[in-house]
């Protein structure tokens, strides 16, 4: 799973933005409209 290889910090802004659909200042680094393969 990605979320565990970016830490328990971007885990947590990631359950974040599931459920308030909006991306917060933590994964601002991250791009989520697109993942890499």
Known sequence: MPGGALGPVAGHALIR???TGRRPEAL???R???PRR
């Open 28 to 30: 601002t680094p991250f």
């Open 32 to 34: 989520l409209d697109r």
């Open 17 to 19: 933005y599931v459920r």
